[in-house]
């Protein structure tokens, strides 16, 4: 006879294993299902953003802490977040460049670059991509593209005049990412790209590797990431418009392979210069001088319409019963300038050395010197991070 007990206890145990292994099944197929399912992109793009955009908060500093008039600007995008930003004028110029930032921190950390940029006597526009600085949403490197176009869009349609031609500054991220918008946007009349890489699929690995190395191994090493942002794809159809790109001989970040990638794909006009013995964006810091008179020869050029950092002169010179000279120089060749002072430095090579002056143009359009010894030859260049000094200017340090 059967033990009836024994029987129910039977039953039950059959009925357990039954249910462990369907909810081991159903897990198991809940994994698969997620393996093949989940948005590798989006994954990425969230945990990179996280680890590589971190907000750093508001920023504690302003424009107004480097001498500089500011208003805040709010730039609302496509998909509705709000960016904070600041617009910095400058006089009477209708040239805006729009600023935009590497991937870390917030604008309040790039101050110095803002100064140095609006130095050469353009409007600025500089913002922080989402879910950084006071910025809504939440921060994610697919959405900088979006961010960017939506800042130029905000300088045409709410500057007037003073973005009758408006540029692009971009570092890092923001110039790789600004080469796509320029290409994109008929708003954008010219790109300095600083340190840009050329493609998303070869960063990904290296920035995993180099600065997220908790992520190697959770994405599936056969997972394709997506060439759609690519610069490389869009910098050909940049032309007409102009590009300047800028790299670093020893950027391990973003190589100087990737800039002359981008280079010989890109049409003219087109402008290249790897500074020797450089890291990652660090032309700048290394040669201030020299990046930024290229910068600002490039913008003036192709914003303002000046031919050249290089005036032609004109001159006259009269020897004098004293044995002295007189001379008189007319400055040319600038073309549709801004009507705001310009700094220029005129060199005057005379047979006991070079003589220096430094004026403002169009102020001094004519100049008149009285020199010791005769002159030999004349050069007038405009100069760029000057402050006045009296009637005339100095370098600012660095």
């Known amino acids: 006879m059967t033990n009836p007990s024994r029987s129910n206890k039977k039953r039950s145990l059959i009925g357990l294993a039954t249910i462990a292994a369907l909810a081991i099944a159903?897990?198991?197929?809940?994994?698969?299902?997620?393996?093949?399912?989940?948005?590798?992109?989006?994954?990425?793009?969230?945990?990179?953003?996280?680890?590589?955009?971190?907000?750093?908060?508001?920023?504690?500093?302003?424009?107004?802490?480097?001498?500089?008039?500011?208003?805040?600007?709010?730039?609302?995008?496509?998909?509705?977040?709000?960016?904070?930003?600041?617009?910095?004028?400058?006089?009477?110029?209708?040239?805006?460049?729009?600023?935009?930032?590497?991937?870390a921190g917030n604008i309040g950390l790039w101050l110095d670059m803002i100064k140095r940029l609006h130095g050469l006597n353009y409007n600025l526009l500089a913002f922080d991509y989402r879910g950084t600085g006071l910025s809504?949403?939440?921060?994610?490197?697919?959405?900088?593209?979006?961010?960017?176009?939506?800042?130029?869009?905000?300088?045409?349609?709410?500057?007037?005049?003073?973005?009758?031609?408006?540029?692009?500054?971009g570092v890092s991220i923001g110039g790789a990412v600004g080469i796509n918008v320029a290409a994109e946007l008929d708003a954008v009349d010219a790109i300095v790209a600083d340190s840009p890489f050329s493609s998303f699929a070869e960063m990904v690995p290296r920035i995993i590797k180099m600065q997220v190395p908790q992520l190697a191994g959770e994405v599936p090493d056969d997972e394709e990431i997506t060439d759609e942002f690519d610069p490389i794809r869009s910098v050909a159809e940049l032309s007409p418009k102009p590009v300047f790109i800028i790299a670093n001989e020893n950027d391990t970040l973003c190589p100087a392979d990737?800039?002359?990638?981008?280079?010989?794909?890109?049409?003219?006009?087109?402008?290249?210069?790897?500074?020797?013995?450089?890291?990652?964006?660090?032309?700048?810091d290394v040669f201030p001088m020299e990046y930024w008179a290229k910068v600002g020869e490039f913008f003036d050029h192709w914003l303002v319409g000046a031919r050249s950092a290089e005036f032609e002169v004109a001159k006259r010179v009269k020897p004098l019963a004293d044995g002295a000279f007189e001379v008189r120089l007319r400055l040319s060749n600038i073309g549709d300038v801004m009507s705001e002072d310009v700094p220029v430095a005129v060199i005057i090579e005379t047979e006991a050395g070079d003589v220096f002056q430094n004026v403002y143009f169009p102020e001094k359009r004519l100049l008149s010197f009285k020199l010791d010894s005769e002159p030999l030859s004349f050069r007038a260049m405009r100069f760029f991070h000057v402050k006045r000094k009296g009637d005339t200017w100095e370098l600012l340090p660095g």
């Open 258 to 284: 990737m800039a002359r990638k981008l280079y010989k794909k890109a049409r003219v006009p087109k402008y290249l210069w790897v500074a020797p013995g450089t890291e990652h964006i660090g032309a700048k």
């Open 26 to 103: 159903a897990v198991a197929i809940v994994i698969v299902v997620l393996v093949y399912t989940v948005d590798w992109e989006a994954f990425l793009d969230e945990r990179l953003a996280e680890a590589m955009m971190a907000d750093t908060g508001a920023p504690i500093k302003s424009p107004k802490d480097v001498g500089l008039q500011f208003t805040d600007a709010v730039i609302a995008t496509e998909d509705g977040v709000n960016l904070a930003g600041w617009f910095v004028p400058s006089g009477q110029s209708r040239v805006t460049i729009v600023f935009c930032r590497g991937a």
């Open 136 to 169: 809504g949403g939440s921060a994610s490197f697919l959405a900088i593209e979006k961010d960017i176009a939506a800042a130029v869009k905000h300088a045409k349609q709410n500057f007037g005049n003073a973005a009758s031609r408006t540029g692009i500054l």
